[in-house]
């Protein structure tokens, strides 16, 4: 079973591929792609159970990974971006392993945010996972660290629904295992949230030591600092591509609406 690529706008000659976080899917990037123009096009990954993928979910992270690199390696040819979020930076480092152990093509730029370094995810293991947790034990994580959506704190009964995906991915995420390697050759910005509880700045700051070309830096927020910072994140993918110039924002970028059809939709994987 392989994931689904699934475009999201554009035509432009840079293509953007964007691996989501932990319960997330294609259109969770929304934030970033709205700021990007018309210089890219855009496209979002759906691993098994997630957003219109209607297949079962995966609960190991080597059946994960592999689901989202098969789906995706013929489409890599450069120009391209890798964009990964959390659980999505994981693959995405691992990815770019994969690509540069095999001698294909590196990503021209990657972007990688709220996201610990590989080799310190073990760490994280000494924490309940969402896998190991009650129903309550999840909600009370959820509304204290991850600033999830109003939709979902006012409606709960929806937030019911997306529990076993969030189960899921957590297995997925507890099962890593990191493998030893060179230094990746590729180009890649690390971003962190100032307040993220689940990453501490100095575990962020580590980053730099896994590849050539790493820079790494934190913005205002927590874990989810991406829903406030996604246009800072589009503007280091159009600096690093060489694009400055103003573009309209695209506001109808069509967003994951949290209405009771949308959420059994994505009821699947049980």
């Keep these: ?29 929304h934030y970033i792609d709205n700021h990007l123009g018309p210089a890219f096009q ?6 098994p159970g997630h957003g219109a993928h209607s297949g079962p979910y995966l609960k190991d992270y080597q059946s994960f990974f592999q689901a989202c690199a098969d789906a995706v390696l013929h489409h890599l040819t450069r120009p391209y971006v890798l964009v990964g979020y959390s659980l999505g930076g994981l693959v995405v480092h691992d990815l770019i392993q994969l690509l540069q152990d095999s001698g ?8 990688i945010g709220g996201c610990l370094p590989p080799h310190l995810v073990s760490k994280a293991f000494r924490i309940k996972g969402w ?4 129903d309550q034990e999840i909600y009370k994580d959820l509304f204290e660290g991850y600033d999830i959506p109003s939709e979902l704190r006012e409606n709960p009964e929806y937030l019911q629904l997306l529990l076993p995906l969030y189960r899921a991915d957590s297995q997925v995420f507890h099962s890593y295992s990191h493998r030893r390697s060179g230094p990746i050759k590729a180009r890649i910005q690390v971003f962190g949230g100032r307040d993220d509880k689940d990453i501490p ?16 830096d934190v913005l205002p927020g927590g874990h989810m600092f991406l829903r406030e910072s996604g246009k800072i994140m589009a ?4 600096e690093k591509m060489g694009i400055r ?6 506001s109808e970028y069509p967003r994951p609406g949290m209405t009771k059809s949308f959420l059994k939709e994505n009821k699947n994987g049980t």
Excluded: C
């Design 235 to 238: 503007e280091a993918i159009r």
């Design 131 to 134: 896998h190991q947790m009650s």
């Design 201 to 216: 700045l100095e575990d962020l700051m580590e980053w730099s030591g896994i590849g050539l070309d790493v820079k790494v």
């Design 1 to 29: 079973m392989i994931a689904n690529v699934q475009k999201l706008r554009g035509d432009g000659a840079t293509r953007v591929f964007y691996f989501p976080y932990a319960g997330g899917s294609a259109s969770s990037f």
């Design 245 to 250: 110039r103003p573009f309209p924002i695209h």
């Design 42 to 47: 855009s496209y979002g990954i759906d691993p």
């Design 104 to 111: 294909r093509t590196l990503p021209d730029f990657t972007l």
